[in-house]
Nanobody, 127 residues
Framework: QVQLVESGGGLVQPGGSLRLSCAVS???????????MGWYRQVPGKEQQLVAS???????TYEDSVKGRFTISRDSARNTVYLQMNNLKSEDTAVYYC??????????????????WGQGTQVTVTS
């Protein structure tokens, strides 16, 4: 069963940094491809918001408020995506969820494509 294993959340002061990581587990890396992986965040009472994403080809997208402060990257060999968050602000406080858009590797079994979500990791920015 495919799982996204997140780590790296926590409590930090304004201006500080955190690094989130998310690894695909429960499936052999030889039978799937990553179409995109990314991070969303949610604050109680507000809609879920895309923070950053990276495609299988390496293209990146960022929410406007995090541009210049957050960097998304990936380790394709480990099927892991990272979110480096610098100069954190109180408004970055949220639960961060990893998302993965995966599909079968061509030539490996029947065709499929699914979305997966991590369990969420809390990021709290406060003095």
């Amino acid at each position: 069963q495919v799982q996204l294993v997140e780590s790296g959340g926590g409590l930090v002061q304004p201006g500080g940094s955190l690094r989130l990581s998310c690894a695909v587990s429960g499936i052999s890396g030889s039978i799937f491809v990553v179409n995109a992986m990314g991070w969303y965040r949610q604050v109680p009472g507000k809609e879920q918001q895309l923070v950053a994403s990276i495609t299988g080809g390496g293209g990146t997208t960022y929410e406007d408020s995090v541009k210049g402060r957050f960097t998304i990257s990936r380790d394709s060999a480990r099927n892991t995506v990272y979110l480096q968050m610098n100069n954190l602000k109180s408004e970055d406080t949220a639960v961060y969820y990893c998302h993965a858009d995966l599909s079968n590797r061509p030539g490996h079994g029947s065709s499929w494509r699914d979305d997966y979500w991590g369990q969420g990791t809390q990021v709290t920015v406060t003095s």
